[in-house]
């Protein structure tokens, strides 16, 4: 009887069906409600209220985001990059506007630098658990980081607050100030670059990032040589590098100008090719502890859906 049970619960981790289907299984099994809400929205003509109102529990009084939004940053905390994950879903959900992001500028108000710039960690209680490569200090300062991917956002939702513009004025100042860049900063100045209103400007930094990006190696161009030889992994919290998928999350982004159409599609390949047999996508980053690594997944497994349907790969 104990092995037919096993045998049972074997089968319901091996989903099959189109790569949708078997991601949905994964989602249902494993993700949190936030997640199911972002994958019903999505793949299900899912109800964007109910995935504002799922957002909602991670909203604190001082207008932030807290309660483990980022799986990295444990805690019910704000911090600056919990903002950048909840900017992201109000923005899919069509809901990046009005008076709740106008609280939310409210608070990236309180926590900036004099010149706009938000901090990667903000101070927090002691005891609040987070991943070993954020800072443990009291103090943080600002950078490109969490900047980028904020204020890109509010500009691709046409957003306009008193803060936004020296928040803008620094990411510029940051963009045009890289020369060694690591994947993150690269992949937050290009979430910048993709939205703010100077299009000429930003398409010319684009570019010089784009070249940046390519001397130094920062993109694995062929899955299959290059992460044998280890290009595109310069961080140590990194397992299988970057990808050009992950600098081109869509045809519309700059980002997209650097590669060819053949890295692209040796990128997509290989992405199609990452889903793992339980129906979800890989954490890629070394796991520091089991809660962060068990969310991650889900929130991975929608965005390598959305980023093969934003190029036509087929996952239904």
């Given at each position: 009887?104990?092995?037919?049970?096993?045998?049972?619960?074997?089968?319901?981790?091996?989903?099959?069906?189109?790569?949708?289907?078997?991601?949905?299984?994964?989602?249902?099994?494993?993700?949190?409600?936030?997640?199911?809400?972002?994958?019903?929205?999505?793949?299900?003509?899912?109800?964007?209220?109910?995935?504002e109102t799922a957002l909602l529990a991670y909203r604190n009084e001082d207008d932030g985001y807290g309660h483990a939004l980022d799986p990295d940053l444990r805690g019910p905390s704000s911090q600056p990059l919990h903002a950048v994950h909840a900017l992201r879903l109000l923005d899919e959900a069509g809901r990046c506007g009005g008076q709740r992001v106008e609280r939310l500028c409210r608070y990236l108000t309180a926590v900036s630098t004099p010149d706009g710039a938000l901090p990667v960690v903000s101070p927090t209680p002691p005891g609040h658990p987070r991943a070993p490569w954020f800072p443990a200090t009291d103090r943080s300062s600002g950078g490109l980081l969490a900047t980028g991917p904020v204020v890109g956002a509010l500009h691709g939702n046409g957003v306009w607050h008193a803060w936004l513009f020296r928040a803008t004025d620094c990411c510029w100042a940051a963009v045009d100030a890289l020369e060694k860049p690591h994947p993150g900063e690269a992949l937050a100045a290009l979430a910048f670059l993709d939205s703010v209103p100077d299009r000429a400007r930003a398409e010319a930094a684009a570019a010089r990032l784009g070249r940046l990006v390519r001397d130094q190696g920062l993109a694995v161009l062929d899955p299959g040589r290059d992460r044998a030889t280890g290009v595109g992994t310069p961080r140590e919290d990194t397992e299988e590098g970057f990808f050009a998928y992950d600098f081109a999350r869509s045809p519309e982004s700059l980002g997209r100008r650097w590669f060819s159409d053949a890295e692209i599609d040796r990128s997509l390949d290989f992405l199609t090719g990452s889903q793992q047999p339980d129906g979800g996508w890989p954490l890629r980053r070394r796991p520091w502890a089991a809660a962060p690594r068990m969310e991650w997944r889900p929130v991975l497994t929608i965005e390598a859906l959305l980023t093969l349907r934003a190029y036509g790969r087929p996952i239904a």
């Amino acid at each position: 009887m104990a092995g037919h049970v096993a045998g049972r619960n074997e089968t319901a981790e091996r989903p099959v069906g189109s790569a949708l289907e078997r991601a949905g299984h994964f989602v249902w099994l494993t993700a949190r409600v936030l997640e199911q809400r972002r994958f019903a929205l999505h793949f299900l003509d899912g109800d964007a209220d109910a995935l504002e109102t799922a957002l909602l529990a991670y909203r604190n009084e001082d207008d932030g985001y807290g309660h483990a939004l980022d799986p990295d940053l444990r805690g019910p905390s704000s911090q600056p990059l919990h903002a950048v994950h909840a900017l992201r879903l109000l923005d899919e959900a069509g809901r990046c506007g009005g008076q709740r992001v106008e609280r939310l500028c409210r608070y990236l108000t309180a926590v900036s630098t004099p010149d706009g710039a938000l901090p990667v960690v903000s101070p927090t209680p002691p005891g609040h658990p987070r991943a070993p490569w954020f800072p443990a200090t009291d103090r943080s300062s600002g950078g490109l980081l969490a900047t980028g991917p904020v204020v890109g956002a509010l500009h691709g939702n046409g957003v306009w607050h008193a803060w936004l513009f020296r928040a803008t004025d620094c990411c510029w100042a940051a963009v045009d100030a890289l020369e060694k860049p690591h994947p993150g900063e690269a992949l937050a100045a290009l979430a910048f670059l993709d939205s703010v209103p100077d299009r000429a400007r930003a398409e010319a930094a684009a570019a010089r990032l784009g070249r940046l990006v390519r001397d130094q190696g920062l993109a694995v161009l062929d899955p299959g040589r290059d992460r044998a030889t280890g290009v595109g992994t310069p961080r140590e919290d990194t397992e299988e590098g970057f990808f050009a998928y992950d600098f081109a999350r869509s045809p519309e982004s700059l980002g997209r100008r650097w590669f060819s159409d053949a890295e692209i599609d040796r990128s997509l390949d290989f992405l199609t090719g990452s889903q793992q047999p339980d129906g979800g996508w890989p954490l890629r980053r070394r796991p520091w502890a089991a809660a962060p690594r068990m969310e991650w997944r889900p929130v991975l497994t929608i965005e390598a859906l959305l980023t093969l349907r934003a190029y036509g790969r087929p996952i239904a």
